[in-house]
């Protein structure tokens, strides 16, 4: 069996910069057509001019005849001048600003400490300009228990902006919870979507645990329990256009990730495609699949749909145990030694 | 300011053998009258004579002049014969058996499939011998969410095996949730008890990914949220007989615990009598504190209580970044780097 659909986007995605883009850059630009490009490097990608240029970096470590996009986002801060935002929009190369709440997650000590107060002028401006809001939707406060800040911060922070600016674009970004669909299916008007990530759909929180701590599942927002991981399958495979692929594939150094820093992050991009075809097949809705992949996502963007198209093949494969980096390194990826089914055409046609 | 307390025993004890025991068993012995000395080492100690054996070999390791007295216990799996039960009472030398859910944790592979069935018989003479069921409270399935785990096992496993054997001596082992603590306290006559361990009332589950994921904090039963440290904290500084100190110690070389394995266990054996009283300190119930380190644990066991005096200091001190092991390996104990008061007076005046 094989499926035939537009190629995906990917409206949720970490490329790094330096030799690690350079390795992980062809594994996106395999199977996707664009993505929406984190900004959290060091130091952040602020301006409209860092974006451009961390665009042209990207674009020059791309492997010769891919026609992957990157579409750039800035990272909001509190310093972040409303001009900033006339520019991006006039620019046509940054799509949209991210929000991360100062210290929610890998580079993000620069991100925003008062949205609703010092940040105010700014958003006004994005809507003005129709300019979306990417949002890693967790409260900081160590005091709050970190399974429960996804849903605290839509209580305290997302609904309060959302009165206050109710045509504000907001995408909620690696959505982990109940709450966070329920919030994203009841909001009115067409303003709010969200994106979800592999890991999110096919892993609760035991993998967090199983047969040992297992770093390499670490992500944030963490894994949930059960309840909430099968409330989000519900939602994406319901086909409701609200929720699109956004893989949040963050890679890291395996030797950083499991004893220097403890980063957070799921390095999912070479497996991201079987993954959700995993889930939609097991769910038996495989017709609402490409909505999910190819066409939420550019409609709630306000972006053509791909016109090429890429084939999934139901063909076991077996995911590497590790990609090997120029310097010695290793990059783990999600569900590593582990056979999939569903074999990308753009993987069974390159090497990978 | 200075405590003087009778020596306290730890009543859960991870030594491990080889170069490993001949590194940690200082730090208990240090501290500690006693120690309940968990059996599951390679291959597990299921016999009064492997913990004769056992026992021998802790002895050599202690420093001299320690008048360390390990007290063994046996690795219940489904092959103990009650015979085994009569000879371990005789022994003078094992005072409990230990039970681990097959795969609940560190080297349980042995452990118990059906304790209310296979293992009835043995169960019936430990009853008749007055020999205590340690217990490791986890049920193993892994559709069960982990952090739901005890109570399933106390709901599931616990009660009904209480309904069978209502005289059986029950250790409900380093206790990690409001319904442990309320188990413990409702159940009627004086079978049943828990040990607590320094982590479980200093930390949430938040520790477990504060700042990174931290291996150093994960241990099983893993960290739970606040609400449950706070039952535990409450349950121990009232000066309940039922709870007493055990630290669950249990140590894991660095690059394993951070990479090859993701061990469960944190090694606490040096700084536990200090975090125990930074508990009771700061729950103004220092008056309770002797009970708890010192009588409850012997007065359940029907043991003598220690003769000799420590002193806890209130001087700060700083926790090691980590001990050094021979083959080159470290150490990283609880609260590695950090400072703590009550400083022990066995420590002040021996060198760790």
């Not at 939707?137 to 997302?158: A, Y």
């Amino acid at each position: 069996m094989e499926l035939s659909i537009t190629q995906p986007d990917d409206w949720h995605l970490h490329l790094r910069d330096g030799d690690l883009l350079k390795a992980v850059v062809p594994h996106s630009a395999n199977h996707f057509g664009r993505a929406i490009v984190m900004p959290n490097l060091k130091p952040p990608v602020t301006t409209t001019a860092a974006a451009v240029a961390y665009r042209e970096s990207i674009l020059k470590a791309l492997p010769t005849e891919s026609n992957f996009t990157p579409l750039m986002t800035l990272y909001l801060t509190d310093n972040t001048d409303p001009d900033e935002i006339k520019l991006a929009r006039k620019s046509g190369v940054v799509f949209a600003v991210k929000l991360y709440p100062a210290g929610a997650t890998t580079n993000s000590q620069d991100g925003v400490s008062d949205l609703l107060g010092n940040s105010l002028p700014v958003l006004e401006e994005m809507v003005e300009q129709n300019m979306p809001l990417l949002v890693h939707g967790e409260v900081t406060n160590s005091d709050v228990d970190i399974f429960d800040r996804e849903k605290v911060f839509i209580d305290t922070i997302l609904r309060p902006l959302l009165q206050k600016l109710p045509r504000l674009k907001v995408v909620m970004e690696h959505i982990t919870t109940q709450d966070a669909v329920r919030f994203v299916e009841t909001c009115r008007g067409g303003s709010v979507a969200a994106t979800v990530t592999p890991q999110h759909l096919l892993l609760n929180r035991n993998a967090l645990f199983q047969g040992g701590l297992q770093p390499h599942n670490y992500c944030l927002p963490v894994l949930k329990r059960e309840i909430h991981r099968q409330a989000i399958v519900s939602a994406v495979t319901s086909g409701n256009k609200r929720f699109f692929l956004g893989t949040d594939s963050a890679p890291h150094e395996r030797q950083r990730k499991e004893a220097t820093c403890g980063c957070a992050g799921i390095y999912n991009a070479p497996v991201a495609l079987a993954a959700y075809a995993k889930v939609f097949a097991e769910a038996g809705a495989l017709e609402y699949l490409e909505a999910f992949t190819s066409f939420n996502g550019p409609d709630f963007y306000g972006l053509p749909r791909n016109e090429s198209k890429i084939k999934l093949i139901k063909q076991p494969w077996k995911v590497p145990e590790y990609y090997a980096l120029k310097d010695g390194g290793q990059l783990v990826p999600m569900f590593a030694g582990r056979n999939l089914d569903w074999l990308p055409s753009t993987l069974h046609e390159r090497s990978i």
